[in-house]
């Protein structure tokens, strides 16, 4: 359910570049979670309920719980790699774009981001007028 619900957040035409991150924290956070406490659907079967054919015994035996695990590890290990290029700069750079992201204090605010921006401009200082960058406070 935590990956389907990522993959349909993907699936938005207005979703930003700097609303990845937090979004794919968020799952990975979650999937972390799992990994130690399993849930109400992995830490106990129903006792004789039928599933696809096979009556449940409602006792979960340890081949079940590595299982879980290792299948909760491949995806924690596969979502990372695929985003991984998200993480790094430039696109990790766009999150100082996210207001969410911001902090609240006044002195705070007035510093943050000042990094992300100018890694932003170097990397799009082809793009931009003469204008653009000489608007850009330094």
Do not use: C
């Not at 991150?21 to 129903?46: D, E, F, K, N, T």
């Not at 999150?95 to 705070?108: A, I, S």
Request: aromatic share 8%.
């Amino acid at each position: 359910e935590v990956i389907a619900n990522l993959s349909e957040a993907f699936q938005a035409d207005d979703l930003l570049v700097m609303e990845v991150i937090p979004r794919v924290q968020v799952v990975m956070l979650a999937l972390v979670g799992m990994q130690s406490s399993p849930g109400r659907y992995v830490s106990s079967l129903p006792h004789g309920k039928v599933y696809l054919g096979v009556t449940l015994s409602g006792v979960v035996k340890p081949e079940l719980d590595r299982l879980h695990k290792a299948l909760l590890g491949s995806a924690i290990e596969h979502i990372d790699s695929r985003f991984s290029a998200v993480q790094e700069s430039p696109l990790s750079d766009f999150t100082v774009l996210n207001y969410r992201e911001w902090p609240y204090g006044d002195k705070e605010l007035s510093n943050y981001g000042k990094e992300n921006v100018m890694s932003l401009v170097k990397q799009f200082f082809p793009l931009l007028t003469e204008e653009e960058v000489d608007d850009i406070p330094m």
